[in-house]
């Protein structure tokens, strides 16, 4: 909690504590950017439908929507809204560096509808790009918009001073090819995580999962903070998986977080979350493969039900959902493959 508690507190006549501030919602969002999907109106129309579909909150939409008219941006946000799916549209910081700029930006997308902005390409941490941080986000609150900082440098409490700073990506991400993801996503929450929420946008079935499985991938919807949870899946893969029941109920924030026995930086990282009186399990392999026992001693003494996305044998591109009655002293041995994961529910 440190960097929280260097921080300074939210400025009340933007963020009153009394009244609240409802239109400051994290949640989960669908993205096109990179699993398909045109760029184009009918898309982020179809993407809205399927975040309904799968009880999400948002959809990120890339800069193709500065092209349209001004009608039609407002239709394909009213019509989203209607569906309970608020829109993040980017923009370049470059276009955002005077007052002006910031002003006829910010006025655009709150009379439009927008729910906040994604903004992007800041690539250097020289004084006056750090201030613009703080500039955004205060313009943007005093429109009741939401943000997320893409091409950023790592945060330092900036979400805590600016709550409405929901993310900002500091990672490498779903976006990069070429990592060595598996040995990555087992170092990320133990290093770049513990700075805040870092917006990976995890989950891809596809080629860009590179030496991880399916089940490596959902967990990592658990283990990696996000305020805004983008998936990198297109929504219609996330709503034909057979782990559509476990990724409609995986929230966007926590209530607690638990390193479990058995992590260790780079090789596993065996996570456990709590929202409410759910909590989530998430274990992230690392490049070896491992048989490895889950520690439930974090349990209160109950019985629970288990809904879990587990390896298919001898294939990375399927996940075996399991049911199971657990207790806190339940013996769980995992046998995971390179780059393999598991993700489990846990509810009274």
Do not use: C
Not at 172 to 177: A, D, Q, T
Not at 252 to 280: C, H, M, N, Q, Y
Not at 332 to 338: F, I, K
């Amino acid at each position: 909690q440190m960097i929280r508690a260097l921080s300074p507190a939210p400025d009340p006549s933007l963020f009153p504590q009394g009244a609240g501030t409802p239109w400051i919602r994290p949640g989960r969002a669908v993205w096109k950017y990179l699993d398909g999907g045109q760029n184009d109106a009918a898309t982020v129309r179809e993407f809205s439908r399927l975040a309904s579909q799968l009880g999400f909150e948002y959809q990120v939409v890339e800069g193709f929507w500065q092209k349209w008219p001004l009608d039609e941006l407002k239709s394909v946000i009213a019509e989203s809204r209607a569906q309970g799916v608020g829109l993040i549209l980017w923009k370049h910081s470059n276009q955002l560096r005077t007052p002006e700029a910031r002003k006829n930006f910010f006025d655009l997308i709150a009379s439009a509808g927008a729910a906040g902005a994604k903004i992007d390409f800041f690539d250097h941490e020289a004084k006056e790009v750090v201030d613009l941080y703080e500039i955004l986000l205060r313009d943007a609150a005093q429109r009741k918009l939401v943000l997320n900082f893409h091409g950023a440098n790592k945060p330092t409490g900036e979400s805590y001073t600016w709550p409405n700073e929901l993310t900002r990506e500091a990672v490498r991400g779903m976006e990069s090819r070429k990592s060595e993801r598996a040995r990555h996503d087992a170092t990320l929450p133990f290093t770049r995580l513990l700075a805040g929420p870092a917006d990976y946008t995890p989950v891809h079935f596809g080629d860009r999962r590179n030496d991880t499985t399916w089940a490596h991938q959902l967990a990592t919807a658990v283990a990696f903070t996000s305020g805004l949870l983008t998936y990198a899946a297109n929504p219609k893969s996330l709503l034909e998986n057979p782990a559509l029941d476990l990724i409609r109920t995986i929230p966007a924030t926590w209530d607690e977080t638990r390193v479990l026995p058995g992590s260790a930086i780079g090789e596993v990282a065996v996570i456990a979350r709590r929202k409410g009186t759910t909590w989530f399990v998430a274990v992230i392999n690392g490049p070896e493969p491992r048989r490895l026992p889950l520690d439930l001693s974090f349990l209160p003494a109950a019985r629970y039900h288990v809904l879990a996305a587990a390896e298919t044998p001898g294939n990375s591109a399927s996940v075996e959902m399991q049911t199971a009655e657990w207790t806190r002293t339940t013996k769980v041995p995992l046998d995971l493959p390179a780059g393999g994961g598991f993700l489990a529910r846990i509810t009274r």
